[in-house]
């Protein structure tokens, strides 16, 4: 069965500073990896994605996420947080065995001033 | 090319109603999903297909039906609604299993 996790349903950073939000994932065969924001009123829009190759994936909005295969990982980083950046994020996984895609539970991220 | 679309915003039904939530989309993705979000829980998939005449079930299937005649649709079927299905239902499409998935505004729904 395939899961994925999102420990901390909240994460504070002051602007400025580097911010991490985390993810783990269950999965049988290769894990395909997503990252989804969710904007206040808004859709889901799509951040970056590993499928495969380099483990640093870099995508929109300066954002970047690193796969880890030991730790079965895949952590949403970004070196400088913009107070714009406050948001809900979301994990996303789906193994080379399976067809769906399933998402965690959310980690809102609030960048202060 | 209007991506994701889905009709209605915002719905209220009564204990026991049916209805159907409408999804399209104009990309000609073979891929499509159902998934509700509730606070606390994320986003659930409900239901998906991966083309034309094929569906599965996600992680919360009971109480849903879904058919896909279509490439373009994927309607979404509340049997007898309950109050446990008050959510915000969100449609997506993709390309493929591996592909960005686009999604539409949603539907709230609220069941008395």
């Known amino acids: 069965a395939q899961s994925v996790a999102q420990p901390e349903d909240q994460v504070n950073v002051a602007e400025g500073n580097p911010l991490t939000v985390k993810c783990t994932y269950s999965?049988?065969?290769?894990?395909?990896l997503f990252w989804y924001v969710q904007y206040p009123n808004r859709g889901l829009q799509f951040l970056l994605k590993?499928?495969?190759?380099?483990?640093l994936v870099k995508g929109s909005y300066g954002f970047e996420a690193e796969f880890n295969k030991s730790q079965t990982s895949f952590h949403l980083k970004k070196p400088s947080a913009l107070v714009s950046d406050s948001a809900l994020y979301f994990c996303?996984?789906?193994?080379?065995?399976?067809?769906?895609?399933?998402f965690g539970s959310g980690t809102r991220l609030s960048i202060r001033p | 090319n209007a991506g994701v679309t889905q009709t209605p915003k915002f719905q209220v039904l009564k204990t026991g109603q049916s209805m159907t939530l409408q999804c399209a989309q104009d990309?000609?993705?073979?891929?499509m999903s159902w998934y509700r979000q509730d606070p606390g829980m994320g986003l659930r998939l409900i239901h998906y297909?991966?083309?034309?005449?094929?569906?599965d079930q996600g992680e919360v299937p009971n109480g849903y039906n879904v058919s896909r005649s279509t490439t373009e649709d994927f309607p979404l079927r509340l049997l007898s609604a309950a109050p446990s299905q008050t959510s915000v239902y969100f449609c997506?499409?993709?390309?493929?299993?591996?592909?960005?998935?686009?999604f539409g505004p949603g539907t709230r729904l609220l069941v008395l």
């Open positions: 997506a499409s993709s390309a493929g299993g591996v592909e960005t998935q686009y």
């Open positions: 999965v049988s065969g290769n894990p395909y």
């Open positions: 590993y499928i495969t190759g380099d483990n």
């Open positions: 996303a996984v789906r193994g080379s065995s399976a067809s769906k895609i399933i």
């Open positions: 990309m000609n993705h073979e891929y």
């Open positions: 297909s991966v083309g034309a005449g094929i569906t």
